[in-house]
């Protein structure tokens, strides 16, 4: 797994890393040659680092809650103070609010208090985070900044609502600004747009089971399955590397070939 011209001794911070996409980015990140900080606001980010932690290599969780602006500058200010910024950022976490039934959510059900924290969690966080580590990033003149949005962001998708589907909209073109202040020192930043990746968050119960749901949509898809996370993060660790050097700014979709 380990890329030989992939830089080793870099620290990456991973939101959302105790579960699903950021969870396999945090391995693969480590297994890249990363010491990695899981900033989520689960415990169980906690078990993950002691799993993959080693004296070389360590792997730290931070709780926080990411709809918090406070609870951003209180964790990235421990961070600078231990480790003094970071190398690699993936704003990984995001929450997808869903009704019960899998179905479409229509404009008028979603209420101000849910298209704030959707905007909060998805995007605002992005944005706070992207402006913290950028700045030690530019100053060492390397960094690697990979945002997590969404299929949904790209086209239209009934089952998506409207709040998650403008939140992810606006991480890609908030990217793209990112990938213009940062480029000039040395500093990439992109998207990864996943399509359906069987994470916790992909799990639509509903009318059926969520495995044929899944079974279900992956007849629209030409590779004709859904997504696994450690697809996902494979494409991460290469935007996190050297070898994507002269990409920024850029979406990588990773959805096995829907685009409709
Ligand atoms: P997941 O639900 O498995 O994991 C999300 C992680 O983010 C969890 O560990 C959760 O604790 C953390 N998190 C959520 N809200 C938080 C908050 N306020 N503060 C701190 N941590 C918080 O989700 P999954 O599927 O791994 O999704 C990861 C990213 O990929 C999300 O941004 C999602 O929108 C995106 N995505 C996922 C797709 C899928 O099919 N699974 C498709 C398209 C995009």
């Known amino acids: 797994m380990t890329s030989t011209s992939t830089p080793t001794g870099k620290l990456a911070a991973v939101t ?20 990695v900080i899981i900033i989520d606001r689960s415990m169980d980010a ?21 709809s918090s602006a406070e609870d951003i500058a209180r964790v990235t200010a421990e961070i600078d ?12 976490a995001g ?3 869903k009704k019960p039934d899998g179905g479409h959510f229509p404009i008028e059900d979603i209420t101000l208090d849910q298209w704030n924290l959707v905007m909060d969690v998805n995007m605002t966080a992005t944005f706070l985070l992207s402006q913290w580590a950028m700045k030690a ?11 997590v949005a969404s299929r949904a962001g790209r086209m239209y998708m009934p089952i998506s609502g409207a709040h998650y589907a403008a939140s992810k909209a606006a991480v890609i073109s908030f990217t793209r600004y990112l990938a213009g202040d940062c480029g000039p ?25 969520s495995q044929n749901l899944h079974e279900e949509f992956a007849k629209s898809v030409p590779l004709r399955r859904v997504g696994r996370s450690d697809e996902l993060a494979a494409a991460v660790s290469f935007l996190a590397s ?19």
């Open 16 to 35: 959302g890393g105790a579960s699903g996409i950021g969870l396999a980015s945090v391995e693969r990140l480590h297994a890249d040659g990363h010491g």
């Open 242 to 260: 050297e070898d994507s050097s002269f990409i920024t700014g850029s979406v990588v979709d990773v959805n096995g070939g829907i685009f409709g």
């Open 81 to 92: 103070e231990e480790f003094g910024g970071v190398d690699i950022l993936v704003n990984n």
């Open 46 to 66: 906690h078990e993950v680092a002691a799993r993959l932690s080693t004296p070389e290599l360590p792997v730290v969780a931070k709780i926080a809650d990411l």
């Open 185 to 209: 020192f040395g500093v990439t930043a992109n998207t990864v747009a996943p399509g359906r990746i069987k994470t916790p968050l992909s799990d639509v119960s509903g009318l059926g089971s």
């Open 95 to 97: 929450i997808h609010p």
């Open 137 to 147: 990033m530019t100053q060492k003149g390397w960094g690697r900044i990979v945002n």
